[in-house]
């Protein structure tokens, strides 16, 4: 493209003003136009300032970090950056802003507007910019792409949280243990393992949570609602999760391997106990006796010696047992069943 520069242009604008006067009522709105893109203005300025777009003219600098802006009031509103300067307050609740935008974008939060409207599913939001997200969920578009593994994504901040499986950067740090995050969002439901908060809520029961989306996953429990489901059966779950070692059912996927002997596990957890057959760990202890177990399973079922509890009584005479294999050997007395030949 042939570069203009402003002397150029300002050259020109006397050949605009002689022809204004010829000028329809609706151009004459407008007559000032830029000569390599065409954009039209009312003012003479305007047109000035749009022009330093094209010929890179940033005549205004910050004598603090030095960074350069091509108007006058883009630098204006830099400096505040480094005078901390908030002359915009909302008249709600008093919070102040650096920008008149920023003002304006947050008094919505109090009015609840939402000028920017999804064409396809008609959804509205506070932000242009959550708009733009929200779409790319109907076309499918992932603009933002991992340079290491090339998987992609519809939001940048996803991709850069991604980039921490790679980097192993974890920023957020707890201040009370030092336990470190990828994401800020777990470093705050962790603090509350520390503070005890659970300011989730369940408005049927009120059950408290520490994290949103284990009271939503509670609330499935009043409602009923079962948003999950297998492809390959068509049962239905309330819990992601609980969908997804459901399907390994079917597709006998055993993902979680022993280090020790290799052995294949379908859920974390029997990996896990498994794992306590080669350490020897058993982290769960009888308070009446102080025996230990590596399950907890286990360790309930001994807790019922202490407690006398008999829960598997027999449905024709009524006796009760501690274990159900012994109830299951019981019932053998009146079917006459022989179990070994």
């Known amino acids: 493209m042939e570069n203009y520069t402003e002397t150029n242009c300002v050259k020109n604008l006397s050949s605009i003003s002689s022809s204004k006067s010829n000028m329809t009522p609706d151009v004459r709105e407008k007559p000032y136009s830029c000569e390599v893109c ?44 480094h005078s901390g300067d908030k002359p915009y307050s909302c008249e709600e609740c008093g919070t102040s802003f650096s920008h008149k935008s920023t003002m304006v974008t947050h008094m919505r939060t109090h009015t609840g507007e939402k000028p920017y409207s999804c064409e396809i599913c008609s959804r509205s939001f506070t932000l242009k910019s959550a708009l733009s997200k929200h779409v790319r969920t109907h076309t499918e578009e992932k603009p933002f792409s991992c340079e290491i593994c090339d998987r992609s994504f519809t939001i940048k901040q996803n991709m850069v949280i991604h980039m921490r499986t790679h980097t192993g950067e974890k920023p957020y740090s707890c201040e009370v243990c030092g336990s470190s995050f ?27 949570f520490r994290e949103n989306s284990t009271m939503l996953k509670h609330m499935r429990t009043h409602t009923g609602e079962k948003p999950y489901s ?25 993902p979680y391997s022993c280090e020790v002997c290799g052995s294949s596990f379908k859920m974390k957890q029997h990996m896990l106990r498994h794992l306590q057959m080669h350490t ?43 274990r159900k294999s012994n109830m299951m050997t019981h019932m053998r007395t009146h079917t006459g069943e022989k179990s070994h030949s």
């Not at 003012?43 to 094209?54: A, D, G, Q, Y």
């Open 182 to 208: 990828t994401i800020k969002q777990n470093m705050k439901n962790h603090m509350r393992t520390h503070t005890g908060e659970k300011p989730y809520c369940c408005e049927v029961c009120g059950s408290s």
């Open 230 to 254: 297998c492809e390959v059966c068509g049962s239905r779950f309330s819990d992601k999760s609980n969908m997804l070692k459901h399907r390994r059912t079917h597709m006998k996927e055993k």
């Open 280 to 322: 020897g760990e058993k982290p769960y202890s009888c308070e009446v006796c102080g025996s230990s177990f590596s399950q907890k399973a286990t360790m309930s079922r001994h807790m019922q010696i202490h407690s006398g509890e008999k829960p598997y009584s027999c449905e024709i005479c009524g006796s009760s047992f501690l």
């Open 38 to 81: 065409g954009s039209s203005f009312s003012h003479k300025s305007s047109m000035l300032n749009h022009l330093r777009t094209h010929t890179e003219g940033k005549p205004y600098s910050c004598g603090v970090c030095g960074s350069f802006f091509s108007q006058k009031s883009n630098l204006l509103q830099h400096m505040r950056v």
